[in-house]
């Protein structure tokens, strides 16, 4: 069973508008969740992260909102720019294991 | 640059030949994670070295796969009989190990295993 969902395989936005990317989880052992972003033929670029103490964490354009109750994070971008066009994963972790449990990744596409 | 390497970029072999997949992990980082990922999947967890031990190897598929991290740094995954369903982007990743679950994983930019 797959424990960290992206459910939209793709999102196509205008420059300059915001893009939402979701992300599910139903482990309740996690406790701390990451972004990364990949470009083809290159490795996961780290993004931005949360504890799940917090509800959110803004670093420049990018701003991750958790939801435990819901089990559901999102990440926002404002404004998208046509250099974020990549597939976005999401990952967590916890219940005191280091490996990254992965979601299969949402490809971003963002039209000049 | 100060980022994880990982050697060869690319590699092909044939099914039933022995691989070996090199990870330099960023200088001064403890931790150290092999994933694999495959076409159209998120990467999935294959083993962690906490220094030179490995920490959790859980997600090894089977006994044709191992690694090992000798002195602590560099880390090599090796495959054994490798079979077609093993061709996948083998990625390494490291950490400092600061804080138990907080740190955050940096990647190389994977190892591309075709087997023929």
């Known amino acids: 069973d797959q424990q960290v969902k992206q459910n939209s395989p793709s999102l196509s936005v205008q420059e300059g508008r915001i893009s939402i990317l979701n992300c599910d989880y139903t482990?309740?052992?996690?406790?701390?969740f990451l972004w990364y972003k990949k470009y083809p033929a290159e490795g996961p670029t780290f993004l931005i992260s949360?504890?799940?103490?917090?509800d959110k964490n803004e670093d420049g354009r990018f701003t991750v909102f958790l939801n435990k109750s819901a089990k559901h994070l999102s990440l926002h971008i404002v404004p998208s720019q046509p250099g974020d066009s990549a597939v976005y994963f999401c990952?967590?972790?916890?219940?005191?294991?280091?490996?990254?449990?992965f979601g299969k990744g949402m490809k971003l596409t963002v039209n000049p | 640059g100060a980022g994880v390497s990982q050697t060869p970029s690319n590699k092909v072999t044939e099914k039933g030949k022995y691989v070996e997949l090199r990870c330099d992990p960023i200088s001064g980082h403890t931790a150290l994670y092999w994933y694999r990922q495959s076409l159209g999947q998120g990467p999935e967890f294959l083993i962690y070295?906490?220094?030179?031990?490995?920490?959790?190897d859980s997600g090894l598929p089977n006994d044709r796969f191992f690694a090992v991290r000798p002195e602590g740094s560099v880390s090599t995954l090796k495959i054994q009989r490798t079979e077609r369903g093993d061709s996948a982007v083998y990625l390494c990743a490291s950490s400092l190990m600061r804080a138990i679950g907080q740190e955050t994983q940096y990647f190389g930019p994977g190892t591309r295993l075709l087997v023929l």
């Open positions: 482990n309740s052992m996690f406790d701390y």
């Open positions: 070295f906490q220094g030179t031990g490995a920490a959790d």
């Open positions: 949360i504890s799940s103490i917090k």
């Open positions: 990952a967590a972790k916890g219940g005191g294991s280091e490996k990254l449990v």
